[in-house]
DNA sequence: CTGCTATTTGGCGATTTGGCCAAGAGGATG
DNA sequence: CATCCTCTTGGCCAAATCGCCAAATAGCAG
């Protein structure tokens, strides 16, 4: 038997994790590129077109994606495609939304 | 009937909101926040102890949280009260988990 | 009113982020 | 081989973030 005062919470360490993935979700760019990966998989020159951005920063935006295992790549070609690796994410959306609501009544 | 190959999106505006609370969601402090109000309503005290920073660091956190719609606050007596508005948001940790999971094999 | 407590706000440095440009890496193609 | 093409990386700079301290605010008690 535990200690039954300790709450059950997860250790500190878990919300630094938690938080780099958040983190990697939150900018509208990143956004709007997990938005066109959840309708498939694109290459970067199609997100870069998308996003309107210079490319080499979209590579970045695609990178921060990657490390945070948000989206995998895969070179094809010249091409490097990327898709969503955990679709879950995009579950987020419908609660994001509903707190948008209600922050204005 | 609308143009055919017109995408369905949402517009720009929208995930530029989206990122403004997700924002407000991705940081290990404000996590350990929300994390402890699912348990329920805790005055800026309590959290602050329960984060470990000053309390005007938590303050300036709750404040972000509040204007982004995540949290609402109400003062009693000398105590301000916080609570999530929108407890949809805990369901993002599952999801975060199996990202994190699905990132180290 | 004076003092005490809980919280917010302002301001300051250190660090991080996000954009662009230029240069590099790595395949395809001739 | 040289060249083209797609993408990544490094560097730079402006802007945002995050922590602390100090000062301001607000409610309660005397």
Redesign the pocket.
Known sequence: MQELKIKNRPPREAFAERARVI?AL?????LLIVDELSRGER??????EL??????????????L?QSGIVA?E????????RLTTPCVLNFFACIESVIRAGKP
Do not use: M, W
């Not at 939150?26 to 990143?30: I, L």
């Not at 290459?43 to 870069?48: A, G, N, S």
């Not at 996003?51 to 990178?63: A, F, P, R, W």
């Not at 070179?75 to 990327?82: A, D, H, N, T």
């Open positions: 983190k939150a900018h509208p760019s990143r290459c970067v020159c199609e997100l870069t996003v309107g951005h210079d490319i080499s920063t979209v590579s970045k935006h695609l990178s921060l990657r790549d070179k094809r070609g010249l091409q490097v495609f990327y």
